[in-house]
């Protein structure tokens, strides 16, 4: 490679299989697995560095320049909008987004018929935008966490946030009555990087789509 990137990962269980893709393509970052104190760190071929952040901060990060690309989810990047080039589906990190309810209102329930609900979630232009599309009102209560509360303590009738297993839902006595969309990592470019940088950026993102079928990212 002749320019060092920087690159955003991140944190939590997507930093992992984000770390195996770009090691893949030649830019290891392995030690951000076992330090989690640092913020960042430089490939061991001194050709890139990275920075860890939290998911919903990387599109800022990659959109303003800071970091030329990154690793984001798919929920981040559709609820924020932010202007950057997506040019890989990264297949791994997959999670759904749900509307969810409590299991007895789901017994008498019929989503069908909604016609104005409130909703607790930290998604809300998602949330919005799936809404109006059925031409359903909706009043949002916005979260930042513990979104299975809402309804235990009538904040809300339902919410939408992302399910893995469902094993949370169903330990809060909630059920799934309706999925928004599919959530998976993705790949983010700053668009003006790969103007400037095109010979590198290029090469990173054809090198990814050729070894991603082959490599176990979990």
Same mark, same amino acid.
């Given at each position: 490679?002749?320019?060092?990137?920087?690159? !955003?990962?991140?944190?939590?269980?997507? =930093?992992?299989?984000?770390?195996? @893709?770009?090691?893949?393509?030649?830019?290891?970052?392995?030690?951000?697995?076992?330090?989690? &104190? &640092? =913020?960042?760190? #430089?490939?061991?071929?001194?050709?890139? %560095?990275?920075?860890?952040?939290?998911?919903?901060?990387?599109?800022?990060?990659?959109?303003?320049?800071? !970091?030329?690309?990154?690793?984001?989810?798919?929920?981040? =990047?559709?609820?924020?909008?932010?202007? $950057?080039?997506?040019?890989?589906?990264?297949?791994?990190?997959?999670? &759904?987004?749900?509307?969810?309810?409590? /299991?007895?209102?789901?017994?008498?329930?019929?989503?069908?018929?909604?016609?104005? *609900?409130?909703?607790? #979630? %930290?998604?809300?232009?998602? #949330?919005?935008?799936?809404? !109006?599309?059925?031409?359903?009102?909706?009043?949002?209560?916005?979260?930042?966490?513990?979104?299975?509360?809402?309804?235990?303590?009538?904040?809300?009738?339902?919410?939408?946030?992302?399910?893995?297993?469902?094993?949370?839902? +169903? $330990?809060?006595?909630?059920?799934?009555?309706? /999925?928004? $969309?599919?959530?998976?990592?993705?790949?983010?470019?700053?668009?003006?990087? =790969? /103007? #400037? +940088?095109?010979?590198?950026?290029?090469? *990173?993102?054809?090198?990814?789509? !050729?070894?991603?079928?082959?490599?176990? @990212?979990?």
């Amino acid at each position: 490679m002749s320019a060092q990137i920087t690159v !955003a990962l991140p944190k939590g269980r997507n =930093l992992k299989p984000a770390v195996q @893709l770009f090691a893949a393509v030649g830019l290891d970052f392995t030690e951000a697995l076992s330090d989690s &104190r &640092r =913020l960042i760190f #430089t490939a061991k071929s001194g050709m890139g %560095k990275a920075i860890v952040v939290r998911d919903t901060d990387i599109p800022t990060y990659v959109e303003n320049g800071a !970091a030329d690309m990154g690793v984001s989810g798919s929920d981040v =990047l559709t609820e924020q909008g932010k202007d $950057m080039f997506e040019p890989l589906d990264l297949k791994f990190g997959y999670c &759904r987004m749900m509307v969810a309810e409590p /299991k007895e209102l789901s017994e008498k329930d019929n989503p069908k018929e909604w016609t104005h *609900i409130r909703v607790a #979630t %930290k998604f809300p232009n998602i #949330t919005e935008a799936h809404f !109006a599309g059925r031409g359903v009102q909706i009043e949002i209560v916005k979260l930042y966490g513990s979104i299975e509360l809402a309804p235990l303590v009538g904040l809300s009738e339902r919410i939408v946030d992302l399910v893995s297993t469902g094993e949370t839902l +169903r $330990m809060n006595g909630l059920v799934e009555v309706e /999925k928004i $969309m599919d959530i998976t990592a993705r790949l983010v470019v700053n668009r003006a990087s =790969l /103007k #400037t +940088r095109h010979e590198v950026m290029s090469r *990173i993102i054809r090198e990814m789509d !050729a070894v991603l079928p082959s490599l176990n @990212l979990s």
